[in-house]
């Protein structure tokens, strides 16, 4: 998704944070507290989403820690943002960055209690209430967080898309991983390198095979392409 304003409205909340490696996340934060609207293009962007693991790391890395940078500005006076956006808009900021940060900083921890638990109770049999209203509690998080995301997934996929959907959900577990290690790497960015932007190259959008197939058919039912014309 690519954003887009009108020049005016930029102007008049600032522009752009220079030091803010996601900068499109604190301008919507600005534009909400001066008064303003934003509504979503359904347009795709025709560019490919990372293939390589360490381009991808990057780039979340980037995410993270320009939503860090979002919050911690924001909140640095809590009163005045909760008057500016008004209490339903403060809570959603909370969720949003809040939630959406701390969620990857301790889902290991999550899972590391959940294990080890699980772990002490096979091997010894035995675990203290205590234990076992955490290991509950942890298991219940897990099956919720999982079971919402990957319904909510394919709820809003078109039916022609949702071919081999539950194989592909198998790689939700280490994939959510990779995005705590991309938190984790995004708080030693923060402290260390604050502006440091990684890079995220991108190749050319490539049309699948029917987008190709039709296109050249418009193109042919209206007059002759151009060489090389996809």
């Known amino acids: 998704m690519r954003p887009h304003f009108r020049r005016e409205a930029l102007v008049d909340v600032g522009g752009w944070d220079p030091h803010n490696v996601t900068e499109d996340a ?41 939503w860090m940078q979002t919050w911690l500005v924001h909140m640095r006076q809590p009163v005045r943002l909760y008057r500016d956006l008004g209490a339903g808009s403060f809570l959603i900021f909370q969720i ?6 701390a969620s990857a900083l301790l889902h290991p921890l999550l899972w590391g209690t959940t294990l080890l638990l699980c772990g002490k109770s096979a091997l010894w049999g035995v675990l203290v209430p205590n234990e076992r209203w955490l290991l509950g509690l942890s298991g219940m998080n897990i099956a919720a967080g999982y079971g919402s995301f990957l319904l909510l997934g394919w709820r ?9 959907y539950w194989k ?26 604050p502006h440091y932007w990684e890079k995220t190259p991108h190749r050319r959008f490539r049309r699948s095979r029917g987008l190709r197939k039709a296109a ?8 002759a392409a151009p060489a090389g014309a996809v």
Request: hydrophobic share 40%.
């Open 168 to 193: 592909t959900a198998l790689s939700t577990v280490p994939y959510w991983l990779l995005m705590s290690v991309a938190a984790y790497r995004a708080i030693g960015q923060l402290v260390w390198r």
């Open 26 to 66: 604190d301008l919507g934060v600005r534009l909400q507290r001066f008064g303003y609207r934003t509504a979503t293009i359904s347009l795709p962007t025709l560019e490919d989403a990372p293939e390589e693991i360490m381009v991808w790391l990057r780039q979340r890395t980037r995410w993270y820690k320009g």
């Open 156 to 164: 809003c996929l078109p039916p022609r898309d949702r071919a081999g």
């Open 216 to 223: 050249g058919e418009k193109t042919a039912a209206g007059r």
């Open 96 to 101: 949003l960055f809040g939630g959406l940060i």
